[in-house]
């Protein structure tokens, strides 16, 4: 159980294009999911907090206007890069709670990631 | 906001060789995870561990709450060891992890 998938695994877009990236939680609902990035032998950061049903919060210098999110349903957050850049190239990941897990109440479940290469 | 350190930044094993790899963290957190990172980028989710000690074949993990760190113990490494192993700490709910930078290990036949 506790499942969170992502897609797609891997895009190439071309400068200027949007790409949409989708995160879902398999077999629980989530309120609320997390997005994160992560640039080549670095850690990841948090960008965005994902809120079903509600705007979704932004880290300090993550610009929204650029990466749209929409988490319009309990099981469903979209992030859509709007007008990529070359610097956008990234390895973009989700993750989720499934609150109703006794046993792991607060345990995070990652997405397999997404890279994103902007040529 | 919570700050995670871990040490050491990299770590070259011999097969078969035992390692520990800590994590220290600056505020009480609900919620400890440590992951291995395979090179196709997929975060392994190797414990949930906010506290307490727990085993899984030649891994193990101690969280000393009260203190503010945990240790990731690595017995009889094998070369499929390698790879990045990351510290993550939250507060629990609905609030996000914050990663450490992570250890890079490097297990050589």
Redesign the interface.
Same mark, same amino acid.
């Given at each position: 159980g506790a499942v969170v998938s992502q897609h797609p695994s891997r895009v190439i877009c071309k400068s200027g294009t949007s790409v949409k990236i989708e995160c879902r939680s398999l077999d629980f609902q989530a !309120? !609320?999911m =997390?997005w994160?990035r *992560?640039f080549p032998k670095?850690? #990841?950061? #948090?960008m965005a907090?994902s809120n079903e049903g509600s705007k979704a919060t932004y880290e300090q210098g993550v610009e929204k206007d650029k990466f749209l999110i929409n988490h319009a349903s309990l099981t469903l957050s979209t992030l859509t890069v709007t007008s990529a850049h070359p610097e956008d190239s990234s %390895?973009y990941?989700c993750?989720a709670?499934d609150?109703l897990r006794r046993s792991? %109440?607060?345990? *995070? %479940? =990652?997405g397999?990631?997404t890279?994103l290469t902007v040529l | 906001g919570i700050q995670v350190e871990q040490s050491p930044p990299d770590l070259i094993l011999q097969e078969g060789a035992n390692s520990t790899l800590r994590c220290n963290f600056s505020d009480s957190v609900n919620n400890l995870q440590w992951f291995h990172q395979n090179p196709w980028g997929q975060l392994i989710n190797l414990f949930y561990i906010p506290s307490g000690t727990k085993q899984n074949g030649r891994l193990s993990a101690t969280t000393v709450a009260t203190e503010r760190y945990s240790l990731l113990y690595i017995s009889s490494s094998q070369t499929t060891d390698s790879g990045v192993y990351f510290c993550a700490v939250g507060k629990g709910g609905n609030t996000p992890l914050v990663f450490g930078k992570g250890t890079r290990l490097s297990v050589i036949a």
């Open positions: !309120t !609320t =997390f994160y *992560q670095k850690s #990841l950061m #948090l907090t %390895f990941i993750s709670r609150a792991t %109440f607060n345990e *995070q %479940f =990652f397999p990631g890279r | -």
